[in-house]
């Protein structure tokens, strides 16, 4: 089953990292590299992804046959998605597993920073009817 485990930080976050020591910062980015490469090796990673700043999203509506598109969304948001796998895997709790060990990214002084890591099964396009 496949399952897309979504990473979510706040806003402040990016200010946060800042001001962390260099070594920090190479620590989790080496965990998050040898991470992927386990999901990788696993033959668990169908695909993952970093996301962009929330300032530079958009919202695109169809209109009268053209993008509306808009800031957004959502500016006062506390918390946004900002990466995410998605993983195929033999069960929930292998998703769960695999979202735990996401939210143990190590931060400032090498202690996990407990990430929120929302997890949703793939829903497959339902059945066509003949």
Avoid: T
């Avoid at 485990?5 to 040898?34: C, T, Y």
């Avoid at 979202?99 to 949703?120: D, F, H, L, Q, Y």
Wanted: hydrophobic share 40%.
């Amino acid at each position: 089953m496949k399952y897309m485990l979504m990473m979510h930080v706040g806003r402040d976050a990016g200010d946060e990292a800042l001001s962390w020591a260099p070594q920090d910062i190479k620590n989790m980015l080496g965990f998050q590299r040898a991470f992927d490469r386990e999901l990788e090796e696993n033959g668990e990673m169908v695909f993952n992804a970093g996301l962009s700043w929330p300032d530079q999203a958009r919202i695109v509506r169809y209109d009268d046959g053209s993008p509306a598109v808009s800031d957004g969304p959502f500016p006062e948001a506390k918390e946004f998605l900002i990466g995410f796998w998605i993983v195929d895997c033999d069960s929930e709790e292998r998703a769960y597993a695999i979202a735990a060990k996401a939210s143990s990214s190590p931060g400032p002084g090498g202690a996990p920073m407990g990430i929120p890591i929302e997890v949703r099964p793939l829903a497959g396009p339902p059945p066509v009817e003949s």
